[in-house]
């Protein structure tokens, strides 16, 4: 069995990609139940919310998954503890989490525990990013999840920093990794299929994935994919130009940094 991990910044598309690769027969990845942490605590507090709590709508998208690949809670628990032996047809078993990324110390964790992952990093348009955190907290109105737009500073300094982290202390140390910058792919989910192919050295066997994916942000079942044909320019007509200004201002050597990644990927 081989492992995945899927982090970067919230609003990036995380969720999206985890969506995509769990539709595929040989890949599962659960969401946010925080499987590579460190903390048996945290993992068990996060499986309790976001696989076993009915009314949790994150909950039904893993449990879901989970009951399509013919898997268990405790295949969940045996993956925690790092027994990675093969489940059914799986090929690849991964988990998503932006926490992954959110200090030092659990990117250190990752690299000294689990550098055999396939590590794959999503990046976005930093105005982009920030609108989106500004939309969904309008529809959430939840003060206190660490993603919540709570002003333009907080939230510039977030994505600064979880970038920053990824991308300073797992890229550089780990061998199988790519980016996934959402902007470049939004509108052509072939083409990020055919990439995650090459990468994973996989088949990501999907039926017209634009049709399971759907084209709204939030899905009655509970997960959110990616959009049909969005417009990845929105924000510019949605936040001032002085906003953008600012955003562009302190995220430009990041986004130089990542771009750069990009290009050598």
């Known amino acids: 069995m081989k492992k995945i991990i899927i982090t970067g910044v919230t609003r990036t598309g995380t969720t999206a990609l985890t969506t995509l690769l769990s539709q595929s027969s040989n890949i599962l990845v659960t969401h946010e139940l925080a499987i590579f942490d460190y903390n048996r605590d945290f993992y068990h507090k996060r499986k309790r919310k976001f696989l076993l709590d009915p009314n949790e709508k994150d909950s039904r998208c893993n449990s879901r998954f989970l009951k399509e690949k013919g898997l268990t809670e405790k295949d969940i628990d045996d993956f925690f503890i790092g027994d990675f032996k093969n489940k059914g047809k799986l090929e690849f078993f991964g988990d998503k989490f932006p926490t ?127 959009y049909e044909h969005p417009n990845p320019d929105e924000y510019k007509d949605n936040i001032s130009q002085e906003q953008i200004d600012f955003i562009l201002d302190k995220t430009m050597f990041m986004n130089n940094h990542i771009k750069s990644l990009i290009n050598k990927n």
Do not use: M, Q
């Not at 920030?130 to 003060?143: A, F, G, L, V």
């Not at 919540?148 to 300073?168: G, H, P, V």
């Open 100 to 226: 992954y990324c959110t200090t030092e110390k659990y990117c250190k964790h990752l690299v000294e525990n689990h550098s055999d992952a396939y590590f794959i990093f999503t990046y976005r348009n930093p105005c982009a990013t920030i609108y989106s955190d500004i939309k969904r907290s309008r529809i959430d109105k939840n003060e206190k999840a660490d993603w919540y737009f709570r002003n333009l500073e907080d939230s510039t300094n977030r994505i600064i920093n979880y970038t920053n982290n990824w991308s300073n202390f797992i890229y550089p140390n780990v061998d199988k990794k790519i980016i996934i910058d959402y902007d470049y792919y939004i509108n052509n989910v072939n083409l990020l299929i055919n990439d995650l192919n090459i990468f994973l050295n996989t088949k990501i066997d999907i039926f017209e994935p634009d049709k399971i994916l759907g084209n709204t942000e939030l899905f009655d079942t509970g997960f959110r994919g990616l």
